[in-house]
């Protein structure tokens, strides 16, 4: 079986385990440059936290990679996005990226 091991933030994650009804979440990355080809749908994705953790804490089935607007991510996300306004994910994706958050995630 393949998996791949996504270092995730340690507030998105706190964030989306203190939901209730999760049935899906958005893996975003801050990078509007690069796709996502390391799993096929179904593919096992592990979730490890930044350091000094450094430990994996979830998983769930790859289902599909797409290049979105922020603003469209969050429309089809919502919270499922890992953070409770667009304002608030905006500056998580400005954090990790350091520029302009308005192009693709």
Known sequence: MRFYIGIT?????????????????????????TSFKALPPGGLFLFKLHSPLNYIVGGGFFAH???LPVSLAWDAFEK???AATFDEMREKILKYRGK??????
């Open 80 to 82: 499922k996005n890992g």
């Open 9 to 33: 933030d340690n507030q998105w994650f706190n964030f989306l385990s203190n939901l209730s009804g999760v049935d899906e979440v958005n893996f975003w990355q801050p990078n509007p440059n």
């Open 100 to 105: 302009d958050t308005d192009k693709y995630i």
């Open 65 to 67: 990679y797409t290049s």
